[in-house]
């Protein structure tokens, strides 16, 4: 089940490519690794604390009354407190602003519903996360590789990122496509 939960979430990057949280911020502007880094460290540190408390919330407070449908709302404020918590120390320590807030509350909604137990949801978000941070550099890469192709003009630096970002969804996914045969062949 871990195992699963890695693979689906880390290495296919299911956070950003299947879902769609963090596209925004992954087709602006190139990062550089320092910031990739810093920013990677304060959305982990803030993802753990917040499905630790989270997580121990819902299960002591909300399930006994039938009332785990509301944790997001007891989900955003301990998110908040510990993004910024983090981001201050991030930047006193490193000297570089950090503001990635959305992914972190995004990726604790995600585990903490997905997981089965506190390591499960633990595991999931911290994949989660990094999955976010690992195409980074991917990009990079395909930003890099535009820059020496001629493209129509047509055809800006996004339009072109977000065309590769559905081919590696499309190379990543096409082992798995049960769900067109069920829906093409019955």
């Known amino acids: 089940m871990i195992l699963q939960s890695v693979f689906m979430y880390g290495i296919l990057c299911a ?5 769609g949280i963090g596209l925004k911020k992954l087709l602006g502007t190139e990062k550089n690794p320092r910031y990739i880094l810093a920013a990677a460290l304060k959305s982990l540190c ?3 604390a917040t499905i630790f408390i989270t997580r121990f919330l819902a ?3 909300l399930a006994p009354y039938s009332l785990t449908v509301l944790y997001p709302f007891f989900a955003l404020p301990f998110t908040l407190v ?3 918590l983090f981001k201050q120390l991030v930047y006193l320590v490193c000297k570089i602003e950090t503001a990635e807030f959305d992914i972190v509350f995004l990726s604790v909604i995600l585990a903490v519903n997905e997981g089965m137990s506190l390591v499960h949801a633990l ?3 911290a994949v989660c996360t990094l999955s976010f941070y690992i195409l980074f550099p991917v990009l990079g890469a395909v ?3 535009l820059e020496l192709t001629r493209i129509h003009p047509a055809f800006n630096d996004t339009v072109m990122i977000i065309i590769t ?3 590696i969804t499309c190379g990543l996914y096409g082992w798995n496509l049960s769900w ?3 829906g093409l062949f019955k």
């Not at 956070?15 to 879902?19: A, C, E, G, K, S």
Request: aromatic residues 8%; proline residues 4%; positive net charge.
């Open 15 to 19: 956070v950003p490519l299947v879902y």
């Open 46 to 48: 803030t993802v753990l």
């Open 59 to 61: 299960l002591k407070m």
């Open 82 to 84: 510990f993004s910024l």
């Open 123 to 125: 595991i999931i978000g």
């Open 143 to 145: 930003r890099k590789r």
């Open 165 to 167: 970002l559905a081919l």
């Open 180 to 182: 067109l045969n069920d």
